[in-house]
């Protein structure tokens, strides 16, 4: 066949365009390859096209729409230069314009919270003038916090997320933690309230005292936890540790966790844990802040089975009766040691939404974990 000619998977290193988006452009019409076998399917480019995917990558990543792709690179081929330039300079106003009216609308979502009479989230507030001290179980507590603080942000943009919400209601304290990418939940029994009448009370506790009172949670007895306006403490026998809470503005992460149902697998945590430290990954970077991170390519079949699979293999179009879901591996393999579980529960809706990673035995306990998109 020649050295000339490139396979799909060296012609995707070569030209910045996936395999998928390869696929793609051929299915489309766009750029068809010179050569396709007739009995494995495998295509194969000639040595002129690579210019001709370099450009769609370039279009690709601008976000032009396939149908001007289509023109550009007719105009391309056949050196229509005034053609290509008019397209160009019509998308770039398309973005320019779009950008000014995405600027516009966040203007008016900040003056509707500028406007707000309370800026707090309605369902986040000290809601008691008084102190409220509670007695929960220092195991449970030590738990509850092992189970999410894996999950709270390190970012120094964002300080109201670096901590874990304390949510008191009822009988329960529940603890939550999340950096935008995954977020995590799990509970503590409430065993004695002194005058507490269970009305919803909130802190953001941050990180460094959540370290402090976990410090002291080493022991099997009750751990009394104070809520005094924007203080909070713990006191575990004769030790303390306290501080002030963080900033409002956590997330209301009870509509954050109301999902479809998706289908469940149970999972050997031992066992997955290997399978994704052996399987394929794919690393690519975070556009928010430049950070690389590996990806796994997760498939939850309708008989509760997961695999890890792997993103744009040769001869591999996505069919199957599975949903798959892309997340960072790093994320997943924290969650499922929190999860602390010989067996746990994966749960998948569509690739959109989020994998949910829970115990089989504690529904209270669960960590959610933003899905990726898979860079072509």
Avoid at 127 to 135: D, E, I, P, Q
Wanted: glycine residues 12%; aromatic residues 4%.
């Amino acid at each position: 066949m020649g050295n000339e000619m490139r396979s799909i998977g060296e012609m995707a290193r070569d030209s910045g365009l996936g395999v998928s988006a390869l696929r793609f452009y051929d299915g489309a019409g766009v750029l068809v390859p010179d050569r396709v076998d007739p009995v494995s399917g495998y295509r194969w480019y000639g040595p002129g096209q690579l210019a001709e995917a370099r450009l769609l990558a370039h279009l690709r990543r601008a976000g032009m729409p396939l149908a001007d792709i289509r023109l550009v690179t007719a105009g391309w081929s056949g050196s229509d230069t005034a053609l290509v330039l008019k397209l160009l300079s019509e998308h770039l106003l398309r973005l320019e314009r779009g950008l000014a009216g995405a600027r516009s609308e966040f203007s008016m979502v900040r003056a509707l919270l500028d406007s707000r009479e309370n800026p707090m989230s309605p369902s986040f507030a000290h809601a008691h003038t008084a102190a409220v001290r509670l007695t929960v179980s220092g195991p449970g507590l030590a738990a509850a916090l092992d189970a999410v603080r894996f999950a709270a942000s390190t970012d120094p943009e964002l300080p109201m997320l670096g901590g874990v919400l304390f949510d008191v209601e009822g009988g329960t304290l529940r603890v939550v933690a999340t950096d935008r990418y995954r977020l995590a939940v799990s509970a503590a029994a409430v065993t004695g309230s002194g005058e507490y009448d269970g009305t919803r009370v909130q802190a953001v506790v941050p990180s460094p005292l959540v370290d402090a009172m976990r410090a002291l949670l080493g022991g099997e007895g009750p751990a009394e936890l104070v809520l005094d306006g924007d203080r909070v403490a713990l006191e575990a026998g004769d030790r303390q540790a306290g501080g002030r809470c963080a900033g409002t503005g956590f997330p209301d992460y009870r509509r954050l966790v109301r999902l479809p149902a998706g289908r469940r697998a149970a999972v050997d945590a031992a066992a997955f844990r290997e399978a994704l430290r052996s399987g394929p990954v794919r690393s690519q970077v975070r556009e928010q802040d430049g950070t690389a991170y590996d990806v796994s390519v997760l498939e939850v079949a309708d008989g509760g089975t997961v695999s890890v699979r792997e993103h744009g293999a040769p001869g591999d179009d996505g069919a199957g009766d599975g949903d798959r879901i892309a997340v960072n591996r790093t994320f997943l393999l924290d969650a499922l040691a929190a999860g602390d579980r010989d067996r746990l529960v994966l749960e998948a809706g569509a690739p959109t939404a989020p994998l949910t990673v829970r115990r089989a035995d504690d529904e209270d306990t669960y960590s959610l974990l933003m899905p990726v998109r898979v860079e072509d």
